[in-house]
Structure formats: C-alpha cells, structure tokens
C-alpha cells in the first residue's frame, strides 16, 4: 500500500494523521497466536451464551447473520484479535459479539466455500495465515507465508488451496486445505522478479491474490511492478507457474483486482494515480488485457482507491476512496466491458480500507481504518443507489469486514 521504504502502515499513518496505525514491531510470526494445530483461541462474548452454535443458528433464522471484522492487534489503539459482531439483514444494525484472541495482526479476511472456516493473514514481518472453525471459534493453527507483510489472502473455489500476497517481500504462496479446514505447509511460493518495480519504488509488492471466475488462472496483483501476473494453479501440487502479465502505465500502483460475475471482465483499482480501469480476461489463456485509466469521481489529487465490489448480478460496482472518504458508484454496461461514473457518497467513516457486499447484496459494509468505525449501506436493488443504514459500528482500527 505505500511507497517503496515505507511499511503499509508506515505509510498509511503518514496519510491519515496520529489516529493511524503503527509501524509493524519486529516480531516472529504470530508470536501471540497459537502453534500450528493449537486451538487455543477463545472468543470473548458481550453476553453471556452469544457464542453458542444454537444461539448462532437461532440468529441466522431471525435475519441476524454473522460478521467477522479484520484489525491490527499491534498498533495503537487497534484490536486484540478478529473482532466478531452480527449484523440484521433488514436493518443493517451492527451488534457486537466480542473477540477471537490468539490471531495476531488479522488485517484480511476470507471464508472458506463451505463457510465452515474463516481464514486470516497475520500481517507481520514474518508472515503467516490462521486459520478458525466457524462452529465453535476454534483456532485450527497457523502457517508461514514464506514472506514479509501478508495483507491479503483468497480460497480457491474448489475449497482446496489457500492462497495469500506477501506485500513486503513481494511473493504470492499456496497452502492446501484438509477435510476440517486446517491448513498444510505451504506448497507453492512465487516471488515477483520481474519486470523492474515502478517509479520510486525499489521492490515487488504483492497486494492481492485471487481466481478468477471459472477457476482456470490465479491473478495476483503488484502495486510494486505496476503488473497483474497470471499463473496456473496445479491443482495436485498446489504450484504456480506463470503463464501471462499484464502491465498498468507507470506509477499507476495497481491495488485490487475485482471480476464481473459473467468472467470475462474485471476492474482494477489503481492505488497511486487515483485511477480504475475495466480489464479484459481471456479465461484460455489467463491474459488480462488493462484498459485505459477512468476517474474515480473524487476530483484532482490522490485520493488511494481501494478496492471494487460487484453486484452479484453484475449491475453496479463500487469503489472504496481512502484519501476522500467516499464510496464511488459505478453502472456497469456491455456485459462488463464498461464503467459509467454515476457519483460518490460519503463513506460515513475515515479512510475506508475495505468494502463487502452482504450475500444478499442487499447491504454494503465499509472498514474505516482512520476513524476505528463500519459504515453499513443499504442498496437500492433497482438503481444500486446506497443509503446510509445509521450511525458506524465502533471496531479498533478497522481494515476488514467480512459479512457472511
């Protein structure tokens, strides 16, 4: 996320003022989270018994459903572990529900295919991913990136492979997934060597890792390079084997990478020249084609887009603006192959890191890091319009929110 030299958190507390982050401490991977296969994480409940399987079962049939929230346990005045809350499908009203400790640094979040398992990266010099049973909030272990700074991780759509973006060290790793949702040794490390990092930066840095649609490639996205690398998943061995890239104009600082639902489109927020792009995919040979920079309906200056959401019918995207704390909405027309600006709204928070779509797509949630808050949207299902659902959830340095 920042300029090359610089921590992500470095950086982002150069930006968002003291309220900000720390810098990441020098410290092993996960040195307060349990060994790999300890379950010794626990979960700290506002009331007692909400973190019971029939009380969670009795919610999700009353319109409650769960929300996993992503923070940085090192910083100052951040989290002390995956923050665990529910949020009401109709109202959008966020409720508490305590911490998962024994996670540290959980700054990114994704749920296995079978919501079974939640997995998080332990954004540390000594990375590492974790994984949790969703059922009883168990700790199922840890296991080592194999790099510097995990920010981001994804699960194959087939349920059998992890892979997480090293962003410091600049490498993408694959890890397997076991019948219970545990995590193997890691058995695929790439690192990105080339092409040479963009201007003022000396490095790769891995900022995303994802499938694409219909499983064929994993795309992994290096704010370093300006590049989207395309790789082949084996799915015996758990490798990677590149097979394309795709280059943004210099400086551009490509961030996140989101695909239409129909596959064969995706759009690419650009992280240092305030700009997105509608990218082409062609799901035979992995290649990403980058289309030409669009505005971000924020105005002059920088204002460090984030990341996209889509529809699920493919309709609207949205587009998270730290630097302007707003929420750009886009119509999306030709099947995916254009973005049309309709307007931005305030993202009822500071800097937002990260936004989620509820399953239903009914509701749209923002991670404010800045301001420690979760702003939640109600979407208007005709014109995709967003509508603020009430006053942000309070959650120390939030950077993640993961509606399931």
Known sequence: MGRDGWSRRRFARALAGTAAVAALPAATACDDAPPPGAATGSATPDTPGTGTAAARQERRSSGRRPLYLGTYTSARGGGRGIGMAVYDTRTG?????????????????????????????????????????????????????????????????????????????????????????????????????????????????????????????????????????????????????????AHTRPGAGPRHLTFHPAGRYAYLANELDNTVAVCAYDPETGRLGIGEPQSTGTGPGTSYPAQFAVTADGSYAYLANRGDDSLTRYAVQADGARLRLLDTVAAGGEFPRQIALSPEGTLLFAANQRSGTVSVFHVDQDSGALRSAGEPFASPVAVCALPL
């Open 93 to 245: 009203r966020i409720t508490g529900e305590g911490t998962l400790s024994g996670v540290g640094d959980p700054s990114y979040l994704a749920v296995h295919p079978d919501g079974r398992t939640l997995y998080a990266v332990n954004e540390r010099e000594d990375g590492a991913v974790t994984a949790v049973r969703t059922a009883d909030r168990t700790v199922l272990g840890s296991r080592s990136t194999g790099g510097a700074g995990p920010c981001h991780l994804s699960v194959h759509p087939g349920g059998r492979w992890l892979l997480s973006a090293n962003y410091t060290s600049g490498s993408v790793a694959v890890h397997p997934i076991d019948g219970s949702g545990a995590l193997g040794e890691r058995t695929g490390l790439v690192t990105h060597s080339r092409p040479a990092p963009g201007p003022g930066r000396r490095g790769p840095h891995a900022h995303q890792v994802v499938t694409s649609p219909d499983g064929g490639h994993v795309l992994a996205v290096d704010l370093g390079t300006d590049t989207v690398h395309s790789y082949r998943l084996d799915g015996d061995r758990g490798t990677l084997t590149e097979v394309a890239q």
